[in-house]
């Protein structure tokens, strides 16, 4: 980490060590994120490959670092320490690695879109590896934080382990990582010739003829995360997916979808330097998806499920449940 | 505290201040209802905003030569030009102009705001009206713009009632009619009383030094036509060559900025003057005798080398992008500083030098790109956000 960062926010300093430290966004121990994958026998050694991305392999304990945050940040003891997760962690003896080792166990489950994913793209008879825990960080968060070069440094490692492993083509999932493996990297990597697609494509590709029936009549709406929508341009291709399964009635808010959807507030670390102002938000597009009488929020992106089941919690709505598209898609193929 | 310390107890009290986010939502809905509408109405305007893309981007490359033609051209007017380089010497060289003891109507300027003429102005010991009615009621507030076009727009009507009750001493009621009417009559005579009339520009011809304004009210047409004095201050990013350049830019600015066609576009270029007895060109007719602008630099020459960056200078000052920005939606322009949200980061690297408040301003983006969808200039804020995020981890 350079020396002059002083004017960058402690919160986003600290994931970006975490980054460059241990790979991930929590400072996890190294690769302890592919636990999740241990008994789907995927090869490591394969021209394609699923990427799974921090978000999804840590999300049960990003989801629990993040509750702390935001009880923190609405505390006398979070306003006199505006934007320090990481000093907060020095002067409180908070360790997220511990935290993380105590909810190890958790993580099974919120790593659900994942085996989901997995479960799809096989039923599908698309053939691809996943890295484990060799699989890098993407380094996005590097990016949008103004690491530049800690960026490019990532960048250049993450393509070097990627050619180690014989990986010609990636297929991406959360729309974060999908975006900075197929867009920023390569402009730090001379001559970089990996193929980057995304999940949907792949599904949308492989569906066409199949018969897809949700388990029960629902009323689904679909939040767009801004990475998929605006950074990706993939508008269409979720709502195709969604349409093309019976059962499933697809309903848009009123003005903001596509590509004018409303961001969950979750953006780019946002939620570690503004976590109260991250939660109204989350509130704030929770009640626009809700006008709709909705009964399911789909959306694709760890950040933004996080946010919506954030929300609906903070609104008090039990009847509205939130799904990744991942596990919809299965659920609809019945694997 | 620290300046982010300060700054994140003040989004976070505007958060949670109902007022704000009922006054805002209101707007919101109605700007989008009324962009839609004129967008479809007028389905043109988005190929024309992609033909003022491109003369903003050769004009912001050429702004130097740009200025120095639309100062020659004023001159030729017979009204005086100025190059400010920076705030201070637009503060100097206005200061000059108005000297104290004056009476001074305005019109509603975000560069006037950007240098803090209106506080500089009252220090000197004028007496200074904001005639916008938003301006109006900030000024009477004592509260700052929290929108570049709606300066009020934090304000529920039903606040606005209040203030305007205290200011008159009736008990006025929550009527935007009857609100307005009163704005109008409090106004009114301060208008011809005026020694001075201060005005922006939206857009400017650089080969006739021909000055857009445009609006709604008609306080800018009284503000700028009744008092014998008319200064104008004008960032040199509104520069354009010709007269048909300024008036393709003015009508795509109006539209993005939700209207059809707004009641008034003036056109000023000089002095008022008569010929009318004997052939005699004589300098102060109806409108003002004198006329000055000045042209700001104010960072603007620099930004425009700046390769990520110059993209700022190509803004319109529509204000759509504000409507579209979430955190904006709750915080209105307490994510700011001269100016708002993403862009307003950018803008207070650029004229403010408080590197802390920019970083403050600049990881409050959640770069979630729906402004730049609204924008008819595809100003990418998120790309601009993160450059300058890289150089504020830099060290600034």
Redesign the interface.
Same mark, same amino acid.
């Given at each position: 980490m350079?020396k002059? /960062?002083k004017? +960058? =926010?402690p919160g *986003?300093v600290y994931i970006a060590d975490n980054i460059t430290s241990k790979q991930n966004l929590l400072g996890a121990p190294k690769g302890s994120g592919a636990r999740w994958a241990k008994d789907l026998n995927l090869p490591k050694e394969a021209e394609t490959v699923f990427f799974a991305g921090c978000g999804y392999q840590y999300s049960a304990s990003l989801e629990s670092l993040m509750s702390i945050i935001r009880k923190l940040d609405k505390s006398p003891v979070g306003?006199g320490l =505006?934007?320090g997760v990481a000093s907060f962690t020095k002067r409180m003896g908070f360790d997220p690695a511990q935290l993380y080792r105590r909810l190890a166990a958790k993580d099974g489950d919120a790593a659900q879109p994942l085996l989901d994913a997995v479960k799809v793209l096989k039923g599908l008879g698309v053939e691809f590896g996943y890295l484990a825990e060799d699989e890098p960080c993407c380094g996005g968060i590097l990016?949008? /934080?103004? *690491? !530049?070069e800690d960026f490019a440094q990532n960048a250049q490692n993450l393509y070097k382990t990627l050619k180690s492993h014989g990986v010609k083509k990636i297929i991406g999932i959360v729309p974060s990582c999908t975006y900075t493996l197929a867009e920023l990297i390569p402009k730090h990597v001379p001559g970089y010739d990996i193929e980057v697609k995304h999940f949907l494509q792949v599904v949308l590709e492989g569906i066409k003829s199949r018969e897809l029936r949700f388990p029960r009549e629902a009323k689904v709406i679909y939040h767009d995360p801004?990475q998929l929508a &605006?950074?990706l341009g993939l508008i269409d291709e979720p709502r195709r997916i969604l349409k093309a399964i019976k059962g499933i009635e697809l309903v848009e808010p009123d003005?903001t979808f596509g !590509?004018?959807? /409303?961001?969950c $507030?979750g $953006?780019?670390g946002?939620e570690v330097?503004?976590p !109260? *102002?991250s939660q +109204? *938000?989350a509130v704030? &597009?929770v009640k626009e998806l809700l006008e709709t009488g909705a009964d399911i929020i789909v959306s694709h992106c760890p950040g933004c499920i996080l946010q919506l089941e954030e929300g609906l919690k903070a609104l008090k709505i039990k009847n509205v449940e939130v799904l990744d598209l991942a596990q919809v898609v299965a659920m609809a193929m019945g694997v | 505290m620290s300046v982010f310390g300060d700054y994140k107890k003040e989004i976070m009290d505007a958060a949670h201040n109902e007022r704000i986010r009922l006054a805002l939502s209101r707007a919101i809905k109605q700007y989008r209802a009324n962009v839609d509408k004129t967008l479809k109405a007028f389905p043109q305007t988005i190929k024309l905003a992609e033909e003022v893309r491109g003369i903003k981007e050769r004009a912001i490359g050429n702004m130097e030569k740009l200025a120095e033609q639309a100062c020659r051209a004023i001159e030729a007017n017979h009204g005086q030009a100025y190059i400010a380089r920076t705030a201070d010497d637009a503060l100097n060289i206005i200061g000059g102009l108005v000297g104290s003891g004056k009476l001074i109507v305005k019109a509603k300027s975000m560069t006037s705001e950007e240098i803090g003429l209106r506080e500089h102005l009252e220090e000197k010991g004028n007496e200074v009206y904001e005639t916008d009615l938003g301006e109006f009621i900030v000024q009477k507030l004592g509260s700052r713009p929290m929108h570049i076009l709606a300066p009020a727009v934090h304000v529920p009507k039903e606040d606005v009632a209040k203030l305007l009750s205290e200011i008159t001493g009736e008990d006025l009621p929550a009527d935007v009619e009857v609100l307005v009417a009163t704005a109008r009559k409090l106004l009114r005579e301060k208008f011809f009383k005026a020694d001075i009339g201060i005005s922006g520009s939206n857009v400017v011809a650089a080969e006739t030094g021909s000055l857009f304004l445009i609006e709604n009210e008609g306080n800018i047409r009284l503000a700028t036509g009744a008092p014998p004095v008319h200064i104008a201050l004008v960032g040199m990013e509104k520069l354009v060559p010709s007269l048909a350049d300024a008036w393709k830019v003015a009508e795509v600015t109006w539209r993005y900025a939700n209207y059809t066609i707004p009641p008034y576009i003036s056109v000023v270029s000089g002095p008022s003057c008569t010929g009318d007895i004997e052939k005699v060109i004589t300098y102060g007719a109806h409108g003002p005798r004198e006329f000055h602008v000045i042209f700001l630099d104010g960072g603007r020459t620099e930004l425009a080398k700046h390769p990520g960056l110059r993209q700022l200078l190509y803004c319109l000052r529509c204000g759509g992008c504000l409507y579209e920005c979430p955190v904006f939606g709750v915080t209105a322009g307490h994510f700011g500083d001269k100016y708002f949200a993403g862009i307003g980061a950018v803008w207070a690297a650029m004229i403010s030098g408080d590197k802390e408040k920019a970083a403050a301003l600049a990881y409050t983006c959640l770069t979630c790109g729906r402004c730049k969808v609204r924008c008819p200039m595809a100003i990418d804020v998120p790309e601009m956000v993160v450059e300058l995020r890289k150089m504020l981890a830099a060290g600034g």
């Open positions: 350079n002059k /960062t004017l +960058i =926010p *986003l306003a =505006p934007m990016h949008y /934080t103004g *690491l !530049e801004c &605006r950074y003005w !590509e004018w959807a /409303t961001c $507030g $953006g780019g946002f330097v503004f !109260e *102002l +109204i *938000l704030n &597009r | -």
